[in-house]
């Protein structure tokens, strides 16, 4: 695979013919398309930057022209990103502990991975970055850069303040329509902006409705549909 890499021009596809076992780690340093083509991509190796790690600057993008396609790692995360991910097909996951199978890094305000899910699996995403989610199926999402969902299926998504990512834009704010699969830590509630986005802040309402807060009884009122249950927090 290192050396299907190094013969790649910037832009073109590399598609694997048969299952990859790598023992140490891949840094994409140019534009790249990766077609997984029905095979594997796997590592046991541990590593601070994951077992594909995408530099700043730099594009990766990763379909499946055949089925179930997979990358995955189960000594460090599955992709390590400073640069840009698009998943369009394929699984990409990790099964080590505390780590996750794509992490958006962020670093000192200087740098931050962005990735777009169009399709695919991902069982687990660190997010310090931008996400957006508008289609295939993530597990587990924690959160604490900004994150659009606009398709796909979330199954659940741990949202923070953005205070690990204090200069992404929008850092702790999400957009999404359905707040269902949302939870926060103890001490935060989500509150509503203007736009329709939801940013994570420090519990300061009187009352909450599913984990959106709301500053007065008669806003929680009006905003709960039928049946829905209406918490008092002071």
Do not use: H
């Amino acid at each position: 695979f290192a050396d299907a890499l190094n013969a790649a021009t910037a832009g073109q596809t590399i598609k694997l013919l048969a299952d990859v076992t790598l023992t140490e780690q891949v840094t994409i340093d140019k534009e790249t398309s990766l077609d997984l083509n029905g095979k594997t991509l796997s590592g046991s190796f541990a590593g601070d930057y994951g077992m594909i790690y995408v530099r700043k600057g730099i594009a990766l993008t990763i379909a499946d022209s055949g089925e179930n396609g997979s990358i995955t790692s189960s000594g460090t995360y599955a992709i390590g990103n400073y640069g840009s991910v698009t998943v369009k097909g394929g699984v990409i996951e990790s099964t080590a502990a505390d780590y996750a199978a794509l992490y958006n890094f962020y670093y000192n305000g200087e740098t931050y991975g962005t990735a777009s899910i169009e399709g695919g699996e991902v069982n687990e995403l660190w997010n310090c970055g931008d996400l957006t989610i508008s289609g295939g199926s993530i597990a587990y999402v924690d959160n604490s850069g900004a994150l659009t969902v606009t398709g796909g299926t979330v199954s659940e998504i741990y949202a923070q303040d953005g205070s690990d990512a204090a200069e992404v834009p929008n850092a702790g704010t999400l957009s999404i329509e359905d707040t269902s699969a949302v939870s926060v830590p103890t001490g935060y509630t989500l509150a509503k902006n203007a736009d329709g986005s939801y940013k994570v802040v420090v519990v300061n309402n009187v009352a909450e409705v599913g984990c959106v807060g709301y500053e007065t009884f008669a806003d929680a009122l009006n905003a709960a549909t039928a049946g829905q249950t209406i918490k008092l927090l002071a």
